[in-house]
C-alpha cells in the first residue's frame, strides 16, 4: 500500500485537517489538491490555524504546485465550482471529497471518469456510495467492487460504538441522546434570514437547537434498536470541542463502575484507539486533535435506579472527521479498488 496517491478535493478546514493528518504517514500521499478559492489564500490558512496552530513545515507555493519537503503537489486553485479535476493528470489513486457538501452517484462517478481510483466522501451521501464506513464497525468490509465509500457522520461515528458496548454488556431497551456541537464555517457569525431560522442566529452568541440525523443511520446499523432511538442536536458558542450526552434504558443492572469496566475494556480490545477513555475531569478544549471517535468521560456517568444510564463523550470532531476520512483511504487503497480503474469509467491509466 506505499505509495498510495491522494487527492483531497476542498482545501477547507478539513481538507487542510487531511493535509496535515497524511503529513505524518509513511503509506499516503497528497499528490493534488483543487479548491475553487485562490491559492495564496489557502496556503496561509494551511500554515496559519487558529485552531491547530502553525504548520511547522514550510509550505511554499510553485507554478501550479505546493512544494512540499522538496516535491510538488498539483494545485488546481480558483477552480471552476461543481467541476472535477483531471487527477489522471497527477496519477491520483484515491480522491477524499472534502467539500461539505452532499454527492450523488452522478457527482461521484464524474471523479472517477476523472482518473481516481477510488473516492472517500466525508459528507454523509448514502445515495452516492458503496459502503457506509463506521470506524470498529465494518470497516474491514472494504471490498475491490467498493469504489465510492462513505464515512459516518461524527455524531454516527461517536454513538455506534458506545451503544455496541453497552448492548453487549447491558443489553439496550431504549435510546435518546443530545448531541451538542461547536460552532464551525457552515454557522453564521452574525445573525442573517435563512429558511432555518435558529440556523440564522449568531453562532458565537447563542446556543442553537437543532434537528438531529443520526436516528436512520444507528438504526440502519443496529436494527433490533428499530424505532427505540431518539436524538436532538444544538450548537453551542465554542470554537472547538463537542459532546455527545447518551441515556440508555437496559435490560440488565448497570453501575457507574461497571460501565467504566466494559468501555475501559473494550477501548483496550476492538475498540482501541476509536473509544478512549478519559479518568480526568476534562472539559471541551481538552479533546483538540485528538482522533477518537469517542472519549468517555468516566468520571461524568450517572445511574439513576438500576437501568438508566447517562454518559458523556467528548470528541474533536473536525479532526477525528478527517482522521476516519484518511483510515478510509487506506483500506479503500488496501482492499484493491484504488489501484485498477474500471474500464467503465474511461481508458486513462494513473500510472
Request: glycine share 8%; hydrophobic share 45%.
Amino acid at each position: 500500500m506505499a505509495g498510495v496517491r491522494v487527492g483531497i478535493m476542498g482545501f477547507g478546514q478539513t481538507g487542510r485537517n487531511v493535509f496535515r493528518i497524511l503529513a505524518s504517514r509513511t503509506d499516503l500521499e497528497v499528490a493534488a489538491i483543487c479548491d475553487v478559492v485562490p491559492a495564496d489564500q489557502l496556503r496561509y490558512l494551511l500554515k496559519f490555524d487558529t485552531l491547530f496552530g502553525r504548520f511547522a513545515e514550510s509550505v511554499e507555493l510553485g507554478e501550479g504546485t505546493l512544494e512540499f519537503r522538496g516535491r510538488p503537489i498539483r494545485f488546481w486553485s480558483s477552480f471552476a465550482k461543481g467541476e472535477v479535476p483531471p487527477w489522471r493528470e497527477a496519477r491520483v489513486d484515491v480522491v477524499l471529497d472534502c467539500t461539505a457538501r452532499a454527492l450523488d452517484r452522478r457527482d461521484a462517478e464524474r471523479h472517477l471518469e476523472a482518473g481516481a481510483g477510488g473516492i472517500v466522501v466525508t459528507t454523509p451521501s448514502p445515495a452516492a456510495c458503496d459502503i457506509t464506513v463506521v470506524r470498529g464497525w465494518n470497516d474491514g468490509e472494504v471490498r475491490p467492487e467498493h469504489r465510492v465509500v462513505g464515512i459516518a457522520s461524527t455524531t454516527v461515528a461517536c454513538v455506534a460504538p458506545m451503544l455496541s458496548i453497552l448492548k453487549d454488556a447491558f443489553g439496550i431497551e431504549r435510546v435518546f441522546f443530545n448531541a451538542v456541537h461547536a460552532y464551525t464555517s457552515a454557522h453564521r457569525l452574525a445573525d442573517v434570514p435563512l429558511p432555518d431560522m435558529r440556523r440564522g442566529r449568531s453562532a458565537p452568541e447563542n446556543i442553537i437547537p437543532q434537528e438531529s440525523r443520526s436516528e436512520a443511520a444507528l438504526e440502519a446499523i443496529f436494527p433490533d434498536l428499530a424505532g427505540r432511538i431518539t436524538a436532538s442536536a444544538m450548537d453551542v458558542p465554542v470554537a472547538n470541542g463537542s459532546v455527545v450526552d447518551l441515556t440508555c434504558w437496559h435490560g440488565r443492572p448497570v453501575t457507574p463502575a461497571s460501565i467504566a469496566e466494559a468501555v475501559r475494556a473494550a477501548g483496550a480490545g476492538r475498540w482501541n484507539d476509536i473509544v478512549v477513555c478519559e479518568e480526568e475531569p476534562v472539559v471541551s478544549s481538552d479533546v483538540t486533535r485528538s482522533g477518537a471517535s469517542a472519549t468517555f468521560d468516566v468520571g461524568a456517568t450517572l445511574v439513576l435506579g438500576e437501568r438508566l444510564s447517562k454518559t458523556l463523550c467528548w470528541i474533536d470532531a473536525g479532526w477525528a472527521l478527517a482522521g476516519r476520512a484518511v483510515h478510509a483511504a487506506a483500506a479503500l487503497a488496501k482492499s484493491g479498488s484504488a489501484s485498477a480503474p474500471s474500464e467503465a469509467f474511461g481508458p486513462g491509466s494513473r500510472r
